[in-house]
């Protein structure tokens, strides 16, 4: 295992080597083999070096748990040009950077599994609009390469963390009570068994979210409403007065695919999902 760690504060700034080595130490120590690593994925050179480093030690890379991250949490108007760009840089940035580095290695095996870090944040709330942005290209990169994966033997899912880590407690450090709710009910152990078991090669699923909080394990989902089919041209007064049924979410899908959900949106319309109209949206690529 290749443990990297840049080792900076919580919003990014600075670096220190520490942290890398005592994990990989500790794994060392409980009879694991791990290498310290200190590359900066949030650059395409550093993810590089990064992959080099597994291949050079072990010859193949198997797995890959994209958990680099940074926290800056404020309201829009208060974060600077480069506060943005160091978040998004670390979060979409370095997942994308490391999902380029190990794909080709992972294909070429015809196998791989991959674990991204998503966030709660995805939910919104105060403070978290950059955060929530970088988590969200998380998400879409998970969506989008677990059906890139499906031909290949590559399976890519997320987890999304409720954790007493640094980063987290050191954002509640203001609320005492809090802290140490989260400290006592969400230990980090718990959430290292999920990503654990979406790490092993008998994991029955690609393109999901389990929600790791605590003791509680759920899943998160994107899912589109029955909605309303209007029998004319929908003008603005029509979505209107139909907002109640539009947004119910009593009856729903989680479409698997882009082609998935414009098959459901063809039958919703009365038009057959076979045939011509079963619209194939890959790339030309991925077609030949």
């Given at each position: 295992?290749?443990?990297?760690?840049?080792?900076?504060?919580?919003?990014?700034?600075?670096?220190?080597?520490?942290?890398?080595?005592?994990?990989?130490?500790?794994?060392?120590?409980?009879?694991?083999?791990?290498?310290?690593?200190?590359?900066?994925v949030a650059t395409t050179a550093g993810a590089r070096a990064l992959a080099e480093v597994a291949l050079e030690q072990w010859g193949r890379l198997d797995v890959l748990v994209n958990n680099a991250g940074i926290s800056?949490?404020?309201?829009?108007?208060?974060?600077?040009?480069?506060?943005?760009?160091?978040?998004?840089?670390?979060?979409?940035?370095?997942?994308?950077?490391?999902?380029?580095?190990?794909?080709?290695?992972?294909?070429?095996?015809?196998?791989?599994?991959?674990?991204?870090?998503?966030?709660?944040?995805?939910?919104?709330?105060?403070?978290?609009?950059?955060?929530?942005?970088?988590?969200?290209?998380?998400?879409?990169?998970?969506?989008?390469?677990?059906?890139?994966?499906?031909g290949l033997g590559i399976k890519v899912n997320a987890v999304v963390p409720i954790a007493a880590t640094r980063m987290s407690l050191e954002a509640l450090q203001d609320d005492e009570r809090m802290t140490a709710v989260?400290?006592?009910?969400?230990?980090?152990?718990?959430?290292?068994?999920?990503?654990?078991?979406?790490?092993?090669?008998?994991?029955?699923?690609?393109?999901?979210?389990?929600?790791?909080?605590?003791?509680?394990?759920?899943?998160?989902?994107?899912?589109?409403?029955?909605?309303?089919?209007?029998?004319?041209?929908?003008?603005?007064?029509?979505?209107?007065?139909?907002?109640?049924?539009?947004?119910?979410?009593?009856?729903?899908?989680?479409?698997?695919?882009?082609?998935?959900?414009?098959?459901?949106?063809?039958?919703?319309?009365?038009?057959?999902?076979?045939?011509?109209?079963?619209?194939?949206?890959?790339?030309?690529?991925?077609?030949?």
């Amino acid at each position: 295992m290749v443990v990297n760690d840049v080792g900076t504060g919580i919003d990014g700034r600075g670096a220190s080597s520490p942290p890398a080595y005592a994990v990989a130490e500790e794994i060392e120590a409980s009879g694991g083999q791990a290498v310290a690593d200190l590359h900066d994925v949030a650059t395409t050179a550093g993810a590089r070096a990064l992959a080099e480093v597994a291949l050079e030690q072990w010859g193949r890379l198997d797995v890959l748990v994209n958990n680099a991250g940074i926290s800056i949490l404020r309201p829009l108007g208060e974060l600077s040009d480069q506060e943005c760009r160091r978040v998004l840089d670390t979060h979409a940035g370095g997942t994308l950077n490391m999902l380029r580095a190990v794909w080709p290695h992972m294909a070429g095996c015809g196998y791989g599994r991959i674990v991204n870090t998503c966030s709660d944040a995805l939910f919104g709330d105060t403070g978290l609009s950059v955060y929530a942005a970088g988590k969200g290209a998380v998400l879409g990169l998970t969506t989008s390469l677990a059906s890139e994966g499906a031909g290949l033997g590559i399976k890519v899912n997320a987890v999304v963390p409720i954790a007493a880590t640094r980063m987290s407690l050191e954002a509640l450090q203001d609320d005492e009570r809090m802290t140490a709710v989260v400290s006592d009910l969400f230990p980090a152990r718990h959430v290292a068994s999920v990503v654990a078991f979406l790490a092993h090669e008998s994991v029955p699923c690609t393109g999901e979210l389990l929600h790791a909080a605590g003791r509680r394990v759920g899943r998160i989902f994107l899912g589109v409403t029955e909605g309303v089919v209007c029998e004319e041209d929908p003008t603005p007064e029509w979505v209107g007065e139909h907002v109640p049924r539009i947004r119910s979410t009593e009856q729903f899908r989680t479409p698997q695919s882009v082609s998935a959900s414009m098959a459901f949106s063809l039958a919703r319309l009365g038009v057959g999902g076979t045939g011509p109209l079963a619209l194939d949206l890959t790339t030309p690529a991925a077609r030949t």
